[in-house]
């Protein structure tokens, strides 16, 4: 875990790509005690520990289905029966798609031990914090963190996207939903630690997986969870929700195949 020195930060932007409705604005400070935090999402080869050693099974397991985005359901994939289905048409609600079957069917996790675990709910993020002594970090952790130090930085790194022409995170390349050039170098996810780490040794803060978190959407919308960081299927057109200050929301039992988790912790000291 990297450490984050105590202080006072800014957060949140008043900038015209702050999307009206998410509660980016204004820009406010906040005062943090120094905490931990996670330098990865937490990979499948963490999340099978800790299956292994409790015998936990997520909530995707037992519903017996999660979302996949349509074009990485795998060939024998099938769709199961669900009423009253709201989604948008690039998700199908695959059956038996889960943690260790990320994209449904008789997928598996071969060559993808090393990459965020998705298709987990903020109940089973919870559920695996317990049991690593951890917990989710909240909004105002998550975002000071993303930013490395940098102040009021779009992205983890500055305020370019693509500085020099370069890819710093795993998002949509090319035209949502319909093509993904992959330019960035992943179709789907990436290992946790793909692309060089932020101020503050973090890998991934933007793209990749979605980010549970401790903090509720709204202080009257306690069953939904905020989530942070956007993911492979963000893009500027649809989701620009991968900049530091870009929330979003799902319900405690929601799953996919782009929705993860860091974990969070005290520094706690003597005396």
């Not at 170098?185 to 990749?208: D, K």
Request: net charge negative; aromatic share 12%; glycine share 10%.
């Amino acid at each position: 875990m990297a450490p984050i020195p105590s202080g006072t930060w800014l957060i949140g932007d008043d900038g015209p790509e702050a999307i009206p409705g998410d509660g980016e604005r204004p820009v406010r400070p906040v005062d943090l005690p120094d905490f931990l935090i996670d330098r990865t999402a937490v990979t499948n080869a963490q999340f099978a520990a800790f299956v292994r050693a409790t015998g936990y099974r997520t909530e995707a397991e037992r519903a017996g289905w999660s979302f996949v985005f349509a074009a990485q359901l795998h060939p024998d994939g099938a769709l199961a029966d669900v009423d009253d289905l709201i989604a948008p048409e690039w998700w199908c609600a695959a059956r038996g798609a889960c943690w260790h079957r990320p994209d449904g069917g008789t997928s598996s996790l071969r060559g993808r031990m090393d990459h965020p675990v998705v298709h987990v709910s903020w109940n089973d993020a919870l559920a695996f914090c317990a049991f690593a002594g951890k917990r989710l970090p909240t909004e105002e952790e998550w975002e000071v963190a993303a930013r490395g130090g940098l102040r009021r930085a779009t992205y983890p790194w500055g305020d370019a996207l693509t500085p020099g022409g370069a890819h710093m995170c795993n998002i949509w390349q090319g035209r949502f939903p319909m093509q993904n050039t992959a330019a960035d170098g992943y179709l789907a996810t990436a290992p946790a630690r793909s692309f060089a780490p932020n101020g503050f040794g973090l890998y991934n803060m933007s793209g990749n997986c979605w980010e549970w978190t401790a903090s509720d959407w709204t202080p009257d919308t306690p069953a939904m969870k905020a989530m942070r960081g956007g993911s492979y299927l963000c893009h500027a057109s649809y989701c620009n929700r991968y900049r530091v200050s870009a929330r979003t929301a799902n319900a405690a039992q929601a799953t996919s195949s782009h929705l993860g988790f860091r974990c969070a912790g005290d520094i706690r000291t003597n005396g």
